[in-house]
């Protein structure tokens, strides 16, 4: 029997008393780095902000393992936590892939816009147009989802609030204020 199956024995028994096991359950994670490092070193990941992340990850999965682990003969408790670690690993590292998209998958295409067409962010809907005739005009072109948009903005709605009230995404929001806005500009 191996070091890290005497250590989890340790934690093992004094978890079945209801006795602290802290100290024990500190020796163990400490005993399974040198494994959660070579899973890294495998993996080539270079970055230490994600190595350390991958580390916590891995002390995490030491303590799944250790509430998951059935005692057998054919598997031994590091097999076991081994395996419990890389997948921990594994499942944060496609976590953090796929969050790198979010922003993108929410997207909401623009036609056709050029560097050129982009609005300043700073200006305001009021400072589009400056007298009532264009807002008549302005309204009488919008869409009935433009039309509410325009009216939330004038009552202060945040970008939040509008999403929830119209059931859209925030940049859905963001979109069509950039629309209004070049649309107040050609009028």
Avoid: W
């Amino acid at each position: 029997m191996n070091q890290i199956d005497k250590n989890y024995l340790k934690v093992h028994e004094l978890q079945q008393a209801s006795l602290p096991y802290d100290k024990e359950l500190t020796t163990l994670i400490v005993s399974l780095e040198s494994s959660m490092h070579k899973i890294i070193d495998d993996m080539s990941i270079a970055d230490p902000n994600l190595v350390e992340d991958l580390m916590q990850e891995g002390r995490l999965s030491v303590c799944k393992a250790l509430a998951g682990y059935v005692p057998n003969e054919n598997t031994s408790f590091y097999t076991f936590a081994y395996q419990c670690i890389r997948n921990g690993m594994l499942d944060y590292l496609r976590k953090q892939n796929s969050k790198k998209n979010i922003v993108i998958s929410q997207a909401v295409p623009l036609d056709n816009i050029n560097e050129n067409e982009i609005e300043d962010p700073h200006i305001s809907l009021e400072d589009a147009f400056d007298n009532n005739s264009k807002i008549e005009k302005l309204m009488s072109v919008l869409d009935d989802t433009q039309k509410k948009i325009v009216s939330m903005l004038i009552e202060d709605y945040s970008y939040d609030q509008m999403a929830k009230v119209l059931n859209k995404n925030t940049k859905y929001i963001d979109n069509s204020i950039q629309k209004i806005k070049k649309i107040c500009k050609s009028i």
